[in-house]
């Protein structure tokens, strides 16, 4: 079954943060862990010009994906953003919806995912699948901001709401 994640970031000012790609971050950050002196010089078993090697292809790599992405990376950017993450994981509070599988998480910075199986669905009836992903896109992302905004979701009358809303889409688009 695929799941449909989505991720929004919030900051104070109420602006959306631009995201490094979760599978280019964690390119990125490997290539930091590689930069470090110990992993760099293989704890002291190989020369100076060895690891100048190593280096220079460490930061070939690296200058790749800052092309991939469209701009530039530092070190102390992908340890700032790990820091971020470690922080918001343990800040985490997760919301698991009796219904499509929908499971919320949300931080105390009132950012959030959400996942789902209703991207499933579509795929499962054979529906307009534009239309249909189009509004459910729409419900992920009200449910995700009223969880962000304190809004209790769990509650029975909510979860009834999502449902009600979810069989008029399937109503409307089959």
């Not at 209790?152 to 889409?169: K, N, R, W």
Request: charged share 25%; hydrophobic share 35%; net charge negative.
């Amino acid at each position: 079954m695929t799941e449909h994640k989505r991720s929004v970031r919030v900051l104070a000012n109420g602006e959306t943060m631009k995201e490094i790609p979760k599978d280019i971050f964690q390119k990125f950050l490997q290539l930091s862990s590689e930069l470090s002196p110990e992993n760099l010089h293989c704890d002291g078993e190989i020369s100076n010009a060895q690891a100048h090697k190593k280096y220079r292809a460490i930061i070939d790599e690296w200058h790749k994906l800052e092309k991939k992405l469209g701009r530039t990376v530092t070190e102390d950017e992908i340890w700032q953003i790990q820091m971020k993450e470690y922080e918001m994981k343990t800040k985490m509070k997760t919301i698991k919806l009796p219904c499509y599988n929908m499971v919320i998480e949300v931080t105390d910075e009132k950012q959030g995912t959400i996942t789902s199986n209703l991207h499933q669905t579509a795929a499962d009836l054979a529906i307009t699948a534009d239309e249909y992903d189009a509004s459910v896109n729409a419900i992920e992302s009200l449910i995700l901001a009223h969880a962000c905004a304190g809004i209790d979701i769990s509650c029975p009358a909510y979860v009834e709401g999502i449902e009600t809303a979810v069989e008029a889409i399937l109503n409307h688009t089959t």
